[in-house]
């Protein structure tokens, strides 16, 4: 049985590493730039280099350490891949607006990203970003909930039900 539980991970490792999910080079921005703005976050958090008090909950167990984040774009991957602009999503999204808020919510439950929300200051600029994120299939359950405020904190919470190894619930929190 032990062979079993290490070949699976590795066997849905490769299953879920064919299917691409990156937006086109090319392709038109539909909705907010998640890529875009994240992508620039990693290199101005990278020229910025501050000390991270990061806290790591695995499942109940926590650790925390000060850290200097040496590669941002991989720190905030989760954020990155929860891009809405992939042109087979065109139109999946409702559009609301609240206040400062924007509001993107799937109208269809093959996508990904179920609900993004962006909240602007006054003067146009970010304040927080709200990712929830969900994946089923006959393998695995994935849930995520993203939260990341510029200059301040990022916050993901995940859980994972692989069906041969049972459930398993992580946090990651950096405050700078």
Not at 108 to 136: C, E
Not at 149 to 172: A, E, M, N
Request: net charge positive; glycine share 4%; proline share 3%.
């Amino acid at each position: 049985m032990s062979w079993f539980r290490k070949i699976v991970p590795i066997v849905a490792l490769f299953w879920f590493a064919g299917c691409s999910s990156e937006t086109a080079p090319d392709a038109k921005i539909t909705y907010f730039d998640i890529r875009g703005f994240f992508t620039s976050e990693s290199t101005r958090l990278g020229k910025k280099n501050p000390i991270i008090h990061k806290t790591v909950t695995d499942n109940g167990t926590s650790e925390v350490r000060e850290v200097n984040i040496s590669n941002w774009e991989n720190e905030l991957a989760l954020f990155i891949e929860s891009d809405i602009n992939k042109p087979s999503w065109k139109n999946s999204y409702k559009v609301e607006n609240k206040g400062t808020a924007v509001i993107y919510t799937a109208l269809y439950p093959d996508v990904r990203t179920k609900q993004l929300t962006i909240t602007m200051s006054a003067a146009g600029k970010v304040k927080h970003i709200q990712i929830s994120n969900k994946t089923t299939n006959v393998l695995y359950t994935s849930e995520e909930h993203l939260n990341y405020y510029p200059d301040s904190l990022y916050r993901i919470d995940k859980f994972q039900d692989v069906k041969i190894l049972g459930s398993h619930r992580y946090t990651i929190e950096g405050k700078w």
